[in-house]
């Protein structure tokens, strides 16, 4: 059996550095290559997406420029990579809200350092993929058939509406349905499938609201014109991981709006809590063995050469 993890991610000491510079609050668990490994081991995962951390690279004080922080923050995720390459892939990091230098940076991504695809934010500084000004970047990702992780900020400037309670309880999956809401009716999904966009928990409350999303079409029509297929049939282009979602009541809604075939694994690493014993998400046994091992190894469609291991 082989188990790969869509959804871990690391904190390269370069970004922690800026980040405390900047005098930003980082709620990142101590991160290492070797707890990570250690992780990994425990939990028989074979191998492992590492995305950076989720704050982005424009945030004041940090004493770089976002792109030199993001040019910094994937020469080290490289070198992560390259440490271990049978058992480690590698998402870069974008200067967004910056398309052009974003540009720039996803040239060097691919063509110098070798990664295995982007990570990129719901949103930043108010700007959501699939926004027209996105449009540069995502013909370039559609062009070399790109591998993106749609993950929620972690450092959002917008305020949260109930601050007694943490932005990742509701304000994160609900973030994540903004922007695959725009994805779909920007036309951003039917213009280039060439880009495999994988969403961050499940889609955070993307399935759970199909229909809803889907009647906004219904209701506007001219809303359809950019959605030939259909708002249901770009639902199920997306790929969702089940990082903070390994329970039945998450999995059955997404397996029943997407399908099985679109669902792959993820823990969250280093966010999640620790479950006890050699299982990473006891809370998917209601699969079966058969169903669960398939779900373990699905990440072939994403990074086929740690599947290929």
Not at 50 to 68: E, L, N, Q, R, V
Not at 167 to 180: G, K, Q
Not at 210 to 236: C, H, K, N, W, Y
Request: aromatic share 10%; proline share 9%.
């Amino acid at each position: 059996m082989t188990r790969i993890d869509t959804h871990i991610h690391h904190l390269s000491p370069v970004y922690k550095d800026a980040m405390d510079h900047a005098g930003v609050f980082n709620p990142s668990p101590p991160w290492s290559r070797e707890t990570t490994l250690g992780f990994m081991d425990h939990f028989h995962i074979d191998g492992a997406v590492m995305a950076p951390a989720p704050y982005g690279t424009h945030f004041d004080g940090s004493g770089m420029t976002p792109a030199d922080l993001a040019r910094a923050c994937n020469e080290e995720t490289a070198d992560l990579v390259r440490s271990n390459p049978t058992r480690f892939a590698g998402l870069a990091v974008l200067p967004l809200p910056d398309v052009e230098a974003s540009l720039a940076e996803l040239g060097r991504v691919y063509d110098d350092l070798g990664l295995d695809g982007v990570l990129m934010l719901s949103s930043v500084r108010g700007l959501y993929p699939g926004d027209s000004q996105m449009t540069p970047l995502f013909e370039e990702l559609d062009r070399r058939n790109s591998y993106v992780f749609l993950h929620p900020n972690a450092f959002s400037e917008a305020p949260n509406p109930l601050p007694q309670y943490p932005a990742w309880v509701v304000e994160y999956p609900f973030d994540t349905t903004r922007a695959v809401l725009n994805l779909i009716y920007s036309g951003t999904m039917s213009a280039f499938p060439g880009v495999r966009i994988q969403l961050a928990h499940l889609g955070g409350t993307a399935p759970f609201l199909a229909d809803r999303i889907a009647s906004f079409g219904r209701m506007t029509p001219e809303a359809l014109e950019r959605v030939p297929a259909g708002v249901l049939s770009q639902l199920r282009a997306f790929y969702y991981d089940t990082g903070l979602c390994n329970n039945e009541f998450a999995f059955a809604a997404a397996e029943r709006t997407v399908g099985f075939d679109r669902l792959v694994f993820g823990t969250d690493w280093p966010y999640l809590d620790m479950p006890e014993g050699t299982d990473p998400a006891p809370g998917l046994d209601f699969l079966g063995p058969e169903k669960r091992a398939q779900l373990d190894s699905a990440a072939g469609a994403l990074v086929p050469r740690l599947s290929a291991k």
